[in-house]
């Protein structure tokens, strides 16, 4: 009896099914689908960015479905698996700049430290309305969190986008609100 | 309100009990302990300058003076969420805990899977189903807005459904938070009576009855399921509970709520019901200023 299966057949990448949730895997070294990223460089790129630390997710699992869409999820369920949703959808990886969503802004964004943009009341309405707006900005361009303060406490709106000296509110539109 | 006639004989001050049922309903919205403390939350509707009355059975409902509770930073940042305050009875009941598989069979939009999501401090697992794709929509959209990541969503027919897509065998409570005929949303809705019909009710009867044998089936031995609708129908209520008595493993077992409410019926029409029905709670509108509401809690015994 010979055995077919060698194991460098057993690494062969496997293709990424849209239909479906796989849990990411723990480091890149144990990737089984190509372009998928892994939870140690999601968890690098929200402490890098973010300052968002990595202990945060301690107990929550990442999962891709289609290609990276990333979703957090804190129950249990085996991987693969063919369900509607799984948690909350959180970042957009597979394109030049990695993009986290407004609600995983909302729901995490607190523990952020860097690349966090403070408005003030008025700048916090435009923001959550969708709309664009002017402003300087010291820090690196690209995603940040926008938050103000609120009973107290920063809180924050969501993910705006800095270039060029404007911060453009990534709002989704059925989240934007006139307040 | 014609349909509402056949409760003469059961409901208390029943001209009561019709003026409630023709006054509009005020504004509620839940607190949302995923997003922040409770306290925290009556301080922005403070700044966002709207009055407020904390519910004395459940801190967490809150009754809003404004017509616009969605424009609102409270609202914004998913510290509430707008959810009639009966509607918030059945999660409460059911008292999931930290860590638990909790099923929410009939789930959207989500106001009762995310309060539940909320009560298990957004740990563990709650599998919020329902059987309408165009619904989950909503489900989803409340779900994120309101920060629930322990909440994972399928879509399915709960009369017959399969854990297998989780790996696990059992939940250790369920919520089953039926379709109905809506007769106690009246005051929300005022077009709620139009389609009534004994047909309907009758209709809706047999799919409720499925999927609560489903929802005690899927359940561990010793663990909870409640069973709740926004109706007043004997033939959707205590039958219904009834049914799931004689066919599952289970009995009726008492709650305490911080509301004023009647006790189950163990008698209509022609029809009794086992007597521990009285433990289940009718929840009439004038007795609160609320929508009405049926909640029944039991346990799952060994087969």
Same mark, same amino acid.
């Given at each position: 009896?010979?055995?077919?299966?060698?194991?460098?057949?057993?690494?062969?990448?496997?293709?990424?099914?849209?239909?479906?949730?796989?849990?990411? @895997?723990?480091?890149?070294?144990?990737?089984?689908?190509?372009?998928?990223?892994?939870?140690?460089?999601?968890?690098?790129?929200?402490?890098?960015?973010?300052?968002?630390? @990595?202990?945060?997710?301690?107990?929550?699992?990442?999962?891709?479905?289609?290609?990276?869409?990333?979703?957090?999820?804190?129950?249990?369920?085996?991987?693969?698996?063919?369900?509607?949703?799984?948690?909350?959808?959180?970042?957009?990886?597979?394109?030049?700049?990695?993009?986290?969503?407004?609600?995983?802004?909302?729901?995490?964004?607190?523990?952020?430290?860097?690349?966090?943009?403070?408005?003030?009341?008025?700048?916090?309405?435009?923001?959550?309305?969708?709309?664009?707006?002017?402003?300087?900005?010291?820090?690196?361009?690209?995603?940040?969190?926008?938050?103000?303060?609120?009973?107290?406490?920063?809180?924050?709106?969501?993910?705006?986008?800095?270039?060029?000296?404007?911060?453009?509110?990534?709002?989704?539109?059925?989240?934007?609100?006139?307040? | 309100?014609?349909?509402?006639?056949?409760?003469?004989?059961?409901?208390?001050?029943?001209?009561?009990?019709?003026?409630?049922?023709?006054?509009?309903?005020?504004?509620?919205?839940?607190?949302?302990?995923?997003?922040?403390?409770?306290?925290?939350?009556?301080?922005?509707?403070?700044?966002?300058?709207?009055?407020?009355?904390?519910?004395?059975?459940? /801190?967490?409902?809150?009754?809003?003076?404004?017509?616009? /509770?969605?424009?609102?930073?409270?609202?914004?940042?998913?510290?509430?969420?707008?959810?009639?305050?009966?509607?918030?009875?059945?999660?409460?009941?059911?008292?999931?805990?930290?860590?638990?598989?909790?099923?929410?069979?009939?789930?959207? /939009?989500?106001?009762?899977?995310?309060?539940?999501?909320?009560?298990?401090?957004?740990?563990?697992?709650?599998?919020?189903?329902?059987?309408?794709?165009?619904?989950?929509?909503?489900?989803?959209?409340?779900?994120?807005?309101?920060?629930?990541?322990? +909440?994972?969503?399928?879509?399915?027919?709960?009369?017959?459904?399969?854990?297998?897509?989780?790996?696990?065998?059992?939940?250790?409570?369920? +919520?089953?938070?039926?379709?109905?005929?809506?007769?106690?949303?009246?005051?929300?809705?005022?077009?709620?009576?139009?389609?009534?019909?004994?047909?309907?009710?009758?209709?809706?009867?047999?799919?409720?009855?499925?999927?609560?044998?489903?929802?005690?089936?899927?359940?561990?031995?010793?663990?909870?399921?409640?069973?709740?609708?926004?109706?007043?129908?004997?033939?959707?209520?205590?039958?219904?509970?009834?049914?799931?008595?004689?066919?599952?493993?289970?009995?009726?077992?008492?709650?305490?709520?911080?509301?004023?409410?009647?006790?189950?019926?163990?008698?209509?029409?022609?029809?009794?019901?086992?007597?521990?029905?009285?433990?289940?709670?009718?929840?009439? /509108?004038?007795?609160?200023?609320?929508?009405?509401?049926?909640?029944?809690? +039991?346990?799952?015994?060994?087969?």
């Amino acid at each position: 009896m010979t055995d077919d299966a060698t194991p460098g057949e057993d690494r062969e990448l496997a293709q990424n099914d849209g239909q479906r949730f796989d849990r990411l @895997p723990a480091t890149d070294a144990d990737r089984t689908v190509e372009g998928r990223v892994s939870r140690e460089a999601v968890l690098d790129y929200f402490a890098d960015r973010f300052g968002i630390p @990595p202990e945060t997710f301690d107990d929550h699992s990442f999962w891709e479905k289609g290609a990276g869409k990333i979703w957090i999820y804190g129950g249990a369920a085996p991987t693969p698996i063919e369900i509607e949703a799984i948690g909350m959808t959180c970042l957009r990886t597979r394109q030049e700049h990695w993009k986290p969503t407004t609600d995983f802004a909302q729901r995490f964004g607190r523990h952020a430290t860097d690349c966090v943009i403070d408005l003030d009341r008025d700048a916090a309405r435009r923001f959550a309305a969708g709309e664009d707006q002017e402003r300087d900005w010291d820090g690196d361009w690209g995603y940040l969190i926008a938050a103000h303060e609120v009973a107290g406490e920063r809180e924050p709106l969501g993910v705006g986008l800095y270039v060029h000296g404007e911060l453009r509110s990534m709002v989704p539109k059925g989240r934007q609100r006139e307040l | 309100m014609e349909p509402l006639e056949r409760y003469r004989p059961i409901v208390d001050d029943f001209e009561a009990f019709l003026a409630a049922c023709r006054r509009p309903l005020g504004n509620a919205v839940r607190a949302n302990t995923i997003k922040a403390p409770v306290d925290r939350t009556l301080d922005a509707l403070a700044e966002d300058g709207v009055a407020y009355e904390q519910a004395d059975w459940n /801190p967490r409902v809150l009754r809003l003076e404004t017509d616009s /509770p969605g424009s609102t930073w409270s609202s914004f940042h998913g510290f509430t969420h707008g959810q009639e305050e009966v509607s918030a009875v059945p999660p409460v009941v059911l008292d999931p805990q930290p860590g638990e598989r909790v099923w929410d069979c009939c789930a959207a /939009p989500g106001g009762k899977a995310t309060q539940m999501a909320a009560l298990m401090d957004d740990r563990g697992t709650v599998v919020a189903n329902d059987n309408n794709l165009g619904r989950i929509s909503a489900l989803r959209f409340n779900a994120e807005r309101l920060g629930a990541t322990s +909440l994972a969503v399928t879509n399915a027919d709960a009369r017959n459904y399969s854990l297998d897509r989780f790996g696990f065998d059992a939940f250790d409570r369920t +919520l089953v938070d039926a379709p109905c005929s809506c007769e106690g949303t009246i005051r929300k809705n005022p077009d709620a009576l139009d389609n009534w019909s004994e047909g309907h009710v009758s209709s809706v009867a047999g799919i409720q009855k499925g999927i609560i044998r489903r929802a005690i089936q899927a359940t561990r031995e010793g663990g909870t399921v409640v069973y709740s609708t926004c109706t007043f129908a004997p033939e959707e209520n205590e039958a219904v509970v009834q049914h799931a008595l004689d066919e599952e493993s289970c009995r009726v077992v008492d709650f305490d709520l911080g509301l004023e409410y009647s006790p189950g019926l163990t008698e209509w029409d022609e029809d009794t019901y086992d007597e521990s029905l009285e433990r289940a709670a009718r929840i009439y /509108p004038h007795q609160n200023d609320t929508g009405g509401f049926f909640v029944a809690k +039991l346990e799952v015994t060994a087969p």
